[in-house]
């Protein structure tokens, strides 16, 4: 084999060499006596690029034996065949696994495990360019044993590894503290605007201005006058619904609740249908995959057919507040953005309710405080149905709540989130920087781990070389075994 620049004493060889290699398989999920047992059984979600435990599944002996499954010792390594091909797990239990997962006894005289996995970690790349297939990309075993696999000595093996894993600690130690300070970043976050929508964080400014400004009392009777003469021409006019206040924090003193249909027009969508297509007007669509929480994603717009009948109901105008009915995700219902005209003459599907405020200077206040964490509880409580989905109609959005204080105070208070906001995202920004900074650190540390430029080389140590020969010949003395019996879980 080729050993053109590998360091003094080390040997490329092919994976196949390295130990006993297999697959696993799956028992019928139509036998229930070959599940619920205890030998672990992993599939490739269960592969975590790291050690394994334990896992989600158990089987039974006897779906051990009624299948292409093999219990495979701990100290073995775990290779992702199919999908997330070169996704690795190292065993510290005794398991098994299905199809889709390789795995690898290493020949202990010839190669510590955790250099093993360490080098698969480098060459993921080499894997994963190696897979075949359409949607779902795969490797062969055959493919995956012919990889080539740079070998130093088995006394340089065991120095790497712990100069690797003592980097890597290092770098596992700054990656929780990022990631601690993000955690932290998310609660001030929710910090910030529970005092900005509640008052606390203007109290200054408003002790200060308390009689300069018209209050938010007065402000919802005059919206509410305006809101009475937009009705002319539409029948009876609608009372809109009294705020339910129940479970919301107290207001400062000049502040009042108000409901959503006593502030905004709130308004459905455009119904898809194949009929759509053959309409002269062809408008750009807005849909659900386009809003996110306070930002929208207009990379992939659709258009749709509108009749003029239909265009002045479902067109977009500049701040309307855009809400997502409907959600799998507890989390993700009514997550809302604010449209400002950032496409001409769009208009929005069905399952996008827009909120258009009677006075848009309420709108920002409104989305942060539907952000906020009584604003979020509001939602959800007013979402949730017994059958335990979660979707939001628009007699629910128009009895969601929101507070409302001057309008001056209103723009102190968006201002103040803004600056705040700002100055977290910077944060965010720079947690995420260095944490890609520690995983490039990680790929830095393994290849010069592969190139023999991690650790010194010792000239005592056995060459690579003459180990494998030796490992070998010594394999090659041993009498042949005729096949093998799956062993017993116990």
């Known amino acids: 084999m080729k050993t053109a620049n590998l360091p003094k004493n080390w040997i490329l060889v092919q994976l196949g060499d390295l130990g006993k290699w297999g697959s696993g398989g799956t028992p019928s999920k139509t036998n229930p006596n070959f599940y619920g047992g205890d030998i672990p059984w992993l599939k490739i979600g269960d592969l975590t690029d790291g050690l394994i435990w334990s896992s989600e599944t158990k089987i039974t002996q006897a779906g051990l034996e009624a299948s ?52 698969l970690m480098r060459l993921k790349p080499n894997l994963i360019a190696l897979g075949q297939g359409g949607t779902q990309q795969n490797i062969s075993q055959t493919l995956l044993k012919n990889v080539l696999f740079p070998l130093p000595p088995l006394s340089e093996q065991r120095r790497i590894v712990e100069k ?41 400014w408003r002790a200060e201005n308390a009689d300069r400004f018209e209050s938010g009392g007065d402000l919802l009777k005059r919206i509410l006058q305006t809101r009475r003469e937009n009705w002319q021409g539409r029948g009876k006019y609608k009372e809109p619904a009294v705020p339910d206040t129940r479970d919301l924090p ?35 669509m807005l849909r659900v995959a386009n809003v996110y929480q306070n930002r929208l994603d207009l990379e992939d717009m659709h258009e749709t057919g509108v009749s003029e009948k239909e265009l002045s109901r479902v067109a977009l105008e500049d701040r309307d ?83 409302v204080p001057s309008l ?24 995420r920087t260095e944490l890609a900074r520690s995983v490039a650190l990680r790929q830095s540390i393994l290849k010069d781990a592969f190139a023999g430029k991690l650790v010194p080389q010792d000239p005592e140590d056995e060459p690579a070389t003459e180990l494998l020969a030796r490992i070998h010949a010594e394999r090659d003395a041993k009498p042949k075994q005729r096949g093998c019996k799956k062993a017993n879980a116990s």
Not at 377 to 400: C, M, P, R
Not at 416 to 428: G, M, P, Q, R, V
Request: glycine residues 8%.
């Open 408 to 431: 001056s105070e209103a723009f102190q208070i968006t201002e103040a989130i803004s600056e705040a906001f700002s100055k977290i995202e910077h944060l965010e920004d720079w947690c």
């Open 250 to 284: 107290r207001l400062p003193k000049g502040w009042v609740w108000a409901s959503v249909e006593q502030l905004a027009e709130v308004i459905g969508g455009l119904t898809k249908n194949s009929k759509r297509e053959g309409l002269p007007i062809q408008k750009p």
């Open 68 to 119: 292409s499954a093999k219990l495979i010792p701990g100290g073995a390594l775990l290779v992702a065949m199919y999908g997330s091909i070169g996704k690795l797990g190292l065993t510290k239990i005794s398991c098994s696994t299905n199809q889709a997962i390789a795995f690898c006894q290493p020949i202990s005289d010839l190669i510590e495990a955790d250099f093993l996995f360490f080098g």
């Open 164 to 204: 690797i894993e003592s980097l890597f600690a290092q770098l596992d130690h700054g990656e929780a503290s990022l990631r601690d300070v993000q955690k932290l970043l998310v609660r001030y976050r929710q910090s910030v605007l529970k005092s900005a929508v509640t008052g606390q964080l203007t109290a200054d």
């Open 321 to 403: 507040l855009l809400v997502v009915e409907g959600n799998g995700s507890k989390g993700q219902i009514g997550r809302m953005a604010v449209w400002r005209c950032e496409i001409p003459e769009a208009v929005h599907q069905n399952h996008l309710i827009k909120i258009r405020m009677i006075d848009k200077q309420l709108v920002e206040l409104a989305l942060w405080w539907f952000q906020s964490f009584y604003g979020r509880q509001n939602i959800e409580k007013v979402a949730s149905s017994t059958s335990g989905l979660y979707t939001l109609s628009i007699s629910k959005i128009e009895s969601l709540v929101v507070p």
